[in-house]
């Protein structure tokens, strides 16, 4: 399974998850398999809220889950109906979370559960 996560800055499996999938600088794609990271610059970073177009910030890449501290309903929904399962990230870097999405410990996200916005007073999830 190829797993996405968006990072301010690349150090591999040793990157923090950032804590917005929309704004994160880039993502860092791990092969679940192999352990083979990939790095991508944010291809849709500047857009209006509301007007993200995640699949185009990939790049390309096809990945088949993302898991974020935080992500908007728009952004969620339109992973999803890419195929792409989106998961909220544990404490920890991004070994920690792949180590926690093995063992099934990180909850899925749910329209209901995201961001209402990009700054940190809209009381959102993370």
Do not use: W
């Not at 990072?7 to 929309?22: D, I, K, R, T, W």
């Not at 995640?54 to 339109?78: Q, T």
């Amino acid at each position: 399974m190829k797993v996405c996560f968006p990072v301010e800055q690349n150090h591999g499996l040793s990157s923090a998850v950032y804590g917005h999938f929309g704004s994160a600088p880039g993502f860092v794609v791990v092969d679940s398999v192999t352990g083979e990271c990939t790095a991508i610059n944010n291809g849709d970073r500047v857009h209006q809220h509301g007007a993200c177009n995640p699949v185009a910030g990939l790049g390309g890449h096809e990945v088949d889950a993302v898991v974020v501290g935080g992500i908007g309903g728009g952004a969620l929904y339109k992973l999803n109906a890419a195929g792409l399962r989106v998961f909220r990230a544990g404490e920890g870097t991004i070994a920690d979370n792949l180590a926690l999405l093995s063992a099934n410990q990180l909850q899925e996200y749910l329209p209901g559960h995201t961001c209402g916005g990009h700054g940190h007073s809209h009381g959102c999830s993370h």
